[in-house]
């Protein structure tokens, strides 16, 4: 049991928008950065968002993060097939005093 | 562009100590954080722990007692030794430099199996 939650799988349309929820708690997401992975199959995780909403050099502005009190959400719009990946999210949790992740969404463009 | 590079065993057996290395190049590992995290098969990812170049660390609650990270900054290098491994640690072990918990860039990943 992740202690971020995330909804297992999600599924939408090339060129339509899918977000991505994120829900943790106070000692978590409501007082600590929040960040977002890409993974695709087979392959290392991605940085997509850090500190809740910043894009990394060479990450398309089509992904988007935000962040609102405990809970924080990832868009992708203009949804392609290579898009298809699981994603994660992360950040500090002081009561564990620990970095936690979520349990990942598998996206599917269909 | 910094690169990171996993190295170490593939099979672990049970009860041993896993050694991991990662190496950095293309960037100095002065001035900055340096994690290692895991996957399991089809599973998620799990924070292991961070090192700071100057050697203060910080673990997982949940693995500190088998875990050890270190550094060696005159080699580009920090390391991972877990002990007392059990089938339940078989998993992709990655590292990565970290940044108020954002994992940038990340290293390959090695696949360690627990199995006698």
């Known amino acids: 049991q992740s202690v971020l939650t995330q909804p297992p799988s999600l599924s939408a349309a090339p060129g339509q928008k899918v977000t991505i929820s994120c829900s943790g708690g106070?000692?978590?997401?409501?007082?600590?950065?929040v960040s977002w992975y890409q993974q695709l199959p087979g392959t290392a995780p991605k940085l997509l968002i850090y500190e809740n909403n910043k894009r990394p050099s060479g990450i398309p502005d089509r992904f988007s993060g935000s962040k609102s009190g405990t809970s924080a959400t990832l868009d992708i719009t203009g949804l392609q097939t290579g898009d298809e990946a699981d994603y994660y999210c992360g950040t500090w949790d002081f009561s564990l005093s620990g970095g936690v992740f979520g349990g990942g969404t598998k996206l599917t463009v269909l | 562009q910094v690169h990171l590079q996993e190295s170490g065993p593939g099979l672990v057996k049970p009860s041993e100590t896993l050694s991991l290395t990662c190496s950095v190049s293309?960037?100095?590992?002065?001035?900055?954080?340096w994690s290692w995290l895991r996957q399991p098969p089809g599973k998620g990812l799990e924070w292991i722990g961070y090192?700071?170049?100057?050697?203060?660390?910080s673990y997982n609650p949940s693995l500190k007692s088998r875990v050890t990270i270190s550094v060696d900054t005159s080699k580009s290098q920090f390391s991972l030794k877990m002990n007392s491994m059990s089938a339940a640690d078989t998993a992709v072990y990655y590292c990565?430099?970290?940044?108020?918990?954002?994992?940038?860039?990340w290293g390959q990943g090695t696949l360690v199996i627990v199995s006698s």
């Open positions: 293309g960037g100095s590992i002065n001035s900055h954080y």
């Open positions: 090192i700071y170049f100057s050697g203060s660390t």
């Open positions: 990565a430099r970290e940044s108020n918990f954002a994992f940038d860039p």
């Open positions: 106070s000692s978590n997401i409501g007082n600590n950065y």
